[in-house]
């Protein structure tokens, strides 16, 4: 049974920075995707960023060059490095899993496991 668990987060000033961890359990896979995904209060869920088990990385416009996704195969650890944080980049944050290669991995739908999600909030 996979299970990913979600750190980090919290409040910051905008500029500011976070990071946001996802340590995977019962996950090894040669093909895998993994990615983070945000929901703000009335809006529907969005890709941020994702990794493909071939290094390949896939960003959404609105974090290209602020955001950083990156994984630790070792410790089985999925990170979002967050820097220049702006007031529009508050929502819930969850990580996600599939344990298949993604064509089109900052869609939500294309994963089946889910993180229990942290919040990140970030004032002007």
């Known amino acids: 049974q996979v299970q990913l668990v979600q750190s980090g987060g919290g409040s910051v000033q905008a500029g500011g920075s976070l990071r946001l961890s996802c340590a995977a359990f019962?996950?090894?896979?040669?093909?895998?995707?993994m990615g983070w995904f945000r929901q703000a209060p009335g809006k529907e869920r969005e890709g941020v960023a994702a990794?493909?088990?071939?290094?390949?990385?896939s960003y959404a416009d609105s974090v290209k060059g602020r955001f950083t996704i990156s994984k630790d195969n070792a410790k089985n650890t999925l990170y979002l490095q967050m820097d220049s944080l702006k007031p529009e980049d508050t929502a819930m944050y969850y990580c996600a899993a599939d344990t298949k290669w993604l064509l089109l991995p900052l869609r939500p739908k294309e994963y089946n496991y889910w993180g229990q999600g942290t919040q990140v909030t970030v004032s002007s």
């Open positions: 990794v493909n088990s071939d290094g390949s990385t």
């Open positions: 019962g996950y090894t896979y040669d093909n895998y995707c």
